[in-house]
């Protein structure tokens, strides 16, 4: 069923722009028709509330709130005025775990960080061996491409690094004092900071 220009006219922003994208008209239009009635019992009607609140969950994932610059660089600096140790606690707490599974999780962590940045360095290696054997633009454009997937990787490394720099100083500091190579208190390793 085609989308008429009262339906495109009465899908708005959250902000009231107007202003619509592909996939916001695409779920408008399934929930639109899944939202018709429909005949049968209490299970037809979960399953049409469990499907709505999927596209709800999938139309706010396309559209992203914007992010200010005080909110980036708070999470630079650390949110939180106790170095987020009162929030790491209360999450070891709700999880139910112990010293000896956190130190599984953080093992796993650096694993998950090592072969993350052997996949990034891979990537860096076939872009450039593709760029130097190209012998067309679009050789050279793929090497390129290839090149920078090794992006998401470090993004990813950079991510199971500082989880696992949460878990071994028992607290969530700012991006900002990770990078920077802030306490870790374990033996063995850096010290500085408390426990």
Known sequence: MPVTKEGRDSVQDQDGSGRQGF???RVHGLARAISRPIRGGPARTELRKSIRA????VRDSLCPRRASLRELLDGYRGRHPD???ARFDALVEEAGMDGPELDRVAEHHRRAALVFQAGA???VVLGIVVIIVADRPSGIA???GTGLVSLLFI???VQAGYSRWAILNRRFGGLGEYLSGGDVSRKGQRSGGNR
């Open 121 to 123: 360095a891979m990537f």
């Open 83 to 85: 170095g987020g140790r």
């Open 142 to 144: 793929f090497g390129a």
């Open 23 to 25: 996939f916001r008209r």
């Open 54 to 57: 999927g596209l709800t969950q």
């Open 155 to 157: 993004t990813m490394a």
